[in-house]
């Protein structure tokens, strides 16, 4: 088999595993029903599309955004608050050429796939007080 032939396999099954992998809106819904089903008709309109608003409870976000890439506290003079920070999730693909010497001419290739960037790359930041959501931050 030839290198090209790997590597195009290799990254179809990463992409596939990549969306397998991830929890879908829906799937979240149905696993909390009774609870999404308590929620006001707005509410639960924003939450299938995956917006979540100033007041809503932890639960509301995880139904909407699913689980935070990170969550980390936030001081300050109003005291502490939790932030859930969610990155872009698109991949990024890079492509690297080498060249080298030392006695014998080498020359290599690389392709890079990655799925997050630096933590600057958070696409949204939820900040909640007293379990409900207080302020956001998005990307634009």
Same mark, same amino acid.
């Given at each position: 088999?030839?290198?090209?032939?790997?590597?195009?396999?290799?990254?179809f099954a990463f992409?596939?595993?990549?969306?397998?992998?991830?929890?879908?809106?829906?799937?979240?819904?149905?696993?909390?029903?009774?609870?999404?089903?308590?929620?006001?008709?707005?509410?639960?309109?924003?939450?299938?599309? $995956?917006?979540?608003?100033? @007041?809503?409870? %932890? #639960?509301?976000?995880?139904?909407?955004?699913? /689980?935070? =890439? !990170?969550?980390?506290?936030?001081?300050?003079?109003?005291?502490?608050?939790?932030?859930?920070a969610y990155r872009?999730?698109?991949?990024?693909?890079?492509?690297?050429?080498?060249?080298?010497?030392?006695?014998?001419?080498?020359?290599?290739?690389?392709? $890079?796939?990655?799925?997050? @960037?630096?933590? %600057? #790359?958070?696409?949204?930041?939820?900040?909640? /007080?007293? =379990? !409900?959501?207080?302020?956001?931050?998005?990307?634009?």
């Open positions: 088999m030839k290198v090209q032939n790997i590597i195009v396999i290799a990254l992409v596939a595993l990549l969306f397998t992998g991830c929890s879908t809106t829906s799937g979240r819904i149905k696993k909390n029903q009774q609870l999404f089903d308590g929620f006001p008709a707005e509410v639960q309109s924003n939450i299938r599309a $995956g917006k979540v608003d100033i @007041g809503y409870t %932890s #639960d509301m976000v995880l139904m909407a955004l699913g /689980e935070p =890439d !990170r969550r980390y506290t936030r001081t300050t003079e109003r005291g502490n608050s939790e932030v859930w872009s999730k698109a991949p990024a693909l890079s492509f690297g050429l080498g060249i080298g010497g030392g006695g014998r001419t080498s020359i290599g290739t690389g392709v $890079g796939i990655s799925t997050g @960037g630096d933590r %600057s #790359d958070d696409k949204v930041r939820v900040i909640f /007080e007293n =379990d !409900r959501v207080s302020s956001l931050e998005q990307a634009k």
